[in-house]
């Protein structure tokens, strides 16, 4: 385990994370050419997640997509104490690269968010109970690797596990 202090500043996050961008890609493609233990990546980042108060932190729900499998729009939908066909016209849209996504005020957060609290938190979508996906997710490890350079630029947990990540696997860093 890494013993880096963790950085949980999120205008900090942002510009390591910016600074970092093409360094963890190639991060994702060291991993792909060489031998790793994924149980123990997955135990870095469970570490990493376990000591961070996403609480205080909520930056995903400012800056992700939170996206809906249709299974689940039911549950969500009276989670949110909504009727479905209302739930679909005022919550939910249809993203080109993404299919069905909660809808986003102005500022990017989600419409959900107020403060820092989801409103739904009990119902949220399976999308937000998995975020970052550095544990568990779609695809393998490997494949959910495309995502982390950005997620890195805003989640605290995502750019503090690269960075031990890279310090498990003897990662040459470049920044
Ligand atoms: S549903 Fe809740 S957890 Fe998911 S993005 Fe919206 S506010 Fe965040
Ligand atoms: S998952 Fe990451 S971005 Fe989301 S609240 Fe937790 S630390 Fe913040």
């Not at 970092?20 to 890609?25: G, H, Q, S, T």
Request: aromatic fraction near 6%.
């Amino acid at each position: 385990m890494s013993e880096r202090p963790l950085v949980t500043d999120l205008v900090q996050i942002k510009r390591l994370g910016e600074q970092k961008r093409d360094e963890n890609l190639r991060l994702r493609m060291h991993l792909k050419r060489h031998a790793f233990v994924e149980r123990k990546l997955k135990n870095i980042a469970d570490a990493i997640e376990k000591k961070t108060d996403c609480l205080a932190c909520a930056n995903c729900c400012r800056n992700a997509t939170a996206r809906l499998q249709e299974r689940e729009l039911e549950a969500v939908a009276k989670g949110a104490g909504m009727r479905l066909k209302d739930f679909l016209r005022d919550c939910v849209e249809e993203s080109e690269e993404e299919g069905m996504i909660l809808k986003r005020h102005e500022d990017g957060s989600c419409v959900f968010l107020n403060g820092n609290e989801c409103l739904i938190y009990r119902h949220r979508p399976t999308a937000c109970r998995h975020f970052p996906h550095l544990t568990s997710g779609p695809g393998s490890l490997i494949w959910r690797m495309w995502e982390m350079p950005d997620r890195a630029t805003y989640c605290p947990i995502v750019y503090n596990t690269l960075e031990a990540w890279k310090d498990e696997v003897d990662f040459q860093r470049t920044v």
